[in-house]
């Protein structure tokens, strides 16, 4: 899932004018405080310009997979390198469809757009104080308040870590880091089912399709799923080389 070099054409009217990504800061400092990775905050910067953020924009912070930004309304996850593009096209997902269901958009900061041209998750900037694990137990009441919706919905819920969270000005938790969610049960079906016919990139892995066959035997013999089409997806996958084991 390839995206946009950093040494293509710039489109962005603040590149354009001569600016440089790294000026687009609100604090200058940060890229001396953060200076190991200040190329890949160059990059993250223009991908997330390219993308529509306005500066200046204030650094949020860094994971292994994503650089994040926030302009005066909107935060730009950005993802750090080719690999991590397909898991944001993921999260990018997972958020659209939590955006849809009354239970759990309130609690969870809203998606506006995919961009994967630039690798770049554009939602909601949620300003306020990080979760921490001595205000577990309300961030707790949300998290099994909306697990089983997006179960129901075809969703397992992401990495839970307290400071996926931040508190809004009503002092509520919101969720606003879903990285590295997956798909279970039709919805998973429908996915593998569209990788294979070519309608949706292939997540780059070391053996993507081996990793497709065990999330689907995974869900051999729960209630609900298509087992007929599942069976199907696996020998078209077993066919095309994946792992049986």
Not at 62 to 74: R, S
Not at 199 to 220: C, H, I, K, Q, W
Request: hydrophobic share 45%.
């Amino acid at each position: 899932m390839a995206r946009a070099r950093p040494d293509f054409l710039p489109q962005s009217a603040y590149l354009r004018s001569g600016h440089s990504a790294l000026s687009a800061l609100a604090d200058p400092e940060d890229a001396e405080r953060h200076a190991p990775i200040r190329t890949g905050l160059q990059i993250a910067l223009t991908m997330a310009l390219e993308a529509g953020a306005e500066p200046p924009l204030t650094f949020v912070g860094a994971g292994a997979t994503a650089i994040v930004f926030c302009d005066d309304q909107q935060a730009y996850k950005v993802a750090r390198a080719e690999r991590a593009v397909g898991l944001l096209a993921d999260e990018a997902e997972w958020l659209e469809t939590a955006r849809t269901l009354p239970e759990v958009a309130p609690h969870v900061a809203r998606f506006y757009r995919w961009d994967p041209l630039h690798g770049v998750l554009v939602r909601e900037c949620i300003r306020g104080s990080v979760g921490s694990w001595g205000r577990d137990r309300k961030i707790r009441e949300i998290w099994d308040r909306i697990q089983p919706v997006m179960l129901a919905a075809g969703w397992l819920m992401p990495e839970y870590k307290e400071d996926s969270f931040v508190f809004d000005e009503q002092d509520q938790p919101k969720l606003v880091d879903a990285g590295f969610a997956s798909r279970i049960g039709n919805r998973l079906l429908i996915y593998v089912a569209q990788v294979l016919d070519g309608t949706r990139e292939m997540l780059d892995g070391f053996d993507p399709l081996s990793d497709l066959a065990f999330y689907v035997r995974r869900e051999l013999g729960e209630p609900g799923l298509d087992a007929e089409l599942a069976e199907k997806l696996l020998d078209q996958l077993y066919e095309r080389g994946a792992s049986r084991g």
